[in-house]
């Protein structure tokens, strides 16, 4: 049974840190790429950043947001630093697979930034 499981959001100060983690497990096919996505209240779901053969990030979040991954544990890994109000939402970890694509989600984990 696939799992693709978050953790570490939370509460935090603008201008605070948070790392968020992503497990993937059960998982047959080769990893191909593992996101981040959020949602933020009435907004639709964005990429955050992903990483895979090359590693994007939104443009809202670029140098204050890294992405990284360790392909033993399948998890993927958001530091976010000098974090805004306006990255509070529902972080949701994607992941996608080859040669075969199957595209798997989390359940998302909160994160909210008090100004």
């Known amino acids: 049974q696939v799992q693709v499981v978050e953790s570490g959001g939370g509460l935090v100060q603008a201008g605070g840190s948070l790392t968020l983690s992503c497990a993937a497990s059960g998982i047959i096919f080769s990893i191909n790429a593992m996101a981040w996505y959020r949602r933020a209240p009435g907004n639709e779901r964005e990429l955050v950043a992903s990483?895979?053969?090359?590693?994007v990030y939104a443009d809202s979040v670029k140098g204050r947001f890294t992405i990284s991954r360790d392909n033993a544990k399948n998890t993927v890994y958001l530091q976010m630093n000098s974090l805004k109000p306006e990255d509070t939402g529902v972080y949701y970890c994607?992941?996608?697979?080859?040669?075969?694509?199957?595209?798997?989600w989390g359940q998302g984990t909160q994160v909210t930034v008090s100004s």
């Open positions: 994607n992941v996608t697979t080859r040669p075969f694509l199957y595209n798997y």
């Open positions: 990483i895979g053969d090359n590693t």
